[in-house]
């Protein structure tokens, strides 16, 4: 954050501060001119549609791509002119999980504890911690990388990411297969992390509940910029108080509604099949709302009205609904070899 004098507090610098952030692919601009500021401490979610930037961004703070112009700062050390420091202070779980199949997870976690310096003992015990965090303790103990599922995957490359302790911990869409109780268990371990150990955690989802429930705030890029930024309620509170929700038979009868109600109520998206519609007082305008798709002769399936949700601002920030959505940034080469 920047205080009243202009100075940037110290929880920024300890945290990442990007300024004027870019990232070109070709001619294709994946980030442009991003600026963040994300306190020392804080969950901060990151959504985006397909291709947005989202994980383009991810990994010039890790120091895994080189940003084309701009300035970030992760836990004190900048991403350009120290690399190693940038490291050592960081965990990263990425989309592109790259784990040696013959080695086992014990293996796996003791070798990158011991990379940072942590003693052989030490490093056994965080694996056997970890293993239990993720929910993989109970694993067949020789059992080969090669041969897990890939949400016993994701949760490896998790405790990976945790081996060393790290002030500042990336996570790029960790929930990603897997079931719905083991989604609440790596929840709860992201909150553990943030409030007992005070982590800084950078989180990407494509699961609204989860930056919903999880984040301090939430920022959504578009085409490589910051389109909306806020905590969740803030957010969902700037759409208006109630959602109604509007549904057809066709989705070109709810194309219609949409090209008559535009002109009187300004408010209403498309989305998923139907239409909704912001107001402070959704009772007061229900009745005008049904008027006029009555005198307009399209017939209304269906009616409910309801709370904005992180989808609604979604919608509204880059026009397109990111329910179901699987996103991975288009135009950069694949990382494979990822460091943590």
Excluded at 61 to 81: E, K, Q, Y
Excluded at 96 to 107: C, I, S
Aim: overall charge negative.
């Amino acid at each position: 954050m920047t205080t009243a004098s202009g100075v940037r507090s110290p929880d920024v610098e300890r945290g990442i501060l990007v300024e004027q952030l870019s990232r070109r692919f070709g001619d294709l601009k994946a980030v442009d001119a991003v600026d963040l500021q994300i306190p020392s401490g804080e969950i901060f979610g990151f959504l985006g549609p397909n291709g947005a930037g989202k994980s383009t961004l991810v990994k010039m703070l890790a120091t895994i791509l080189a940003p084309t112009s701009g300035r970030a700062v992760v836990a004190g050390f900048d991403v350009r002119r120290q690399q190693g420091k940038v490291r050592q202070a960081i965990g990263v779980a990425l989309q592109e999980v790259g784990l040696d199949p013959l080695m086992t997870a014990r293996e796996l976690i003791v070798l990158q504890a011991r990379l940072f310096g942590t003693s052989t003992g030490a490093a056994r015990d965080t694996a056997e911690r970890l293993l239990d965090t993720v929910g993989l303790a109970d694993v067949e103990p020789k059992k080969r990388v090669g041969d897990y599922s890939g949400g016993m995957r994701r949760r490896l490359d998790l405790a990976l990411a945790l081996a060393h302790d790290p002030r500042v911990l990336f996570l790029d869409e960790p929930t990603t297969g897997l079931d719905p109780a083991s989604r609440i268990d790596i929840w709860d371990e992201v909150r553990r992390l943030n409030s007992q150990q005070g982590m800084t955690i950078f989180l990407t989802t494509q699961y609204l509940e989860e930056a919903d429930k999880l984040a301090d705030r939430v920022a959504i890029i578009d085409h490589g910029q910051i389109v909306a930024i806020g905590t969740p309620a803030e957010l969902k509170r700037g759409l208006g108080e109630e959602v109604v929700e509007l549904s057809f038979e066709t989705p070109d009868d709810a194309e219609r509604a949409a090209a008559v109600l535009a002109d009187a109520t300004p408010q209403c998206r498309l989305g998923d099949g139907g239409l909704r519609c912001y107001f402070p007082v959704a009772a007061h305008e229900v009745p005008g709302l049904v008027r006029a798709l009555d005198q307009a002769s399209i017939p209304l399936r269906g009616l409910t009205i309801d709370r904005p949700t992180l989808d609604d601002v979604f919608l509204r920030a880059t026009g397109q609904s990111m329910r179901g959505s699987e996103e991975h940034d288009a135009g950069e080469p694949p990382t494979d070899a990822v460091a943590r």
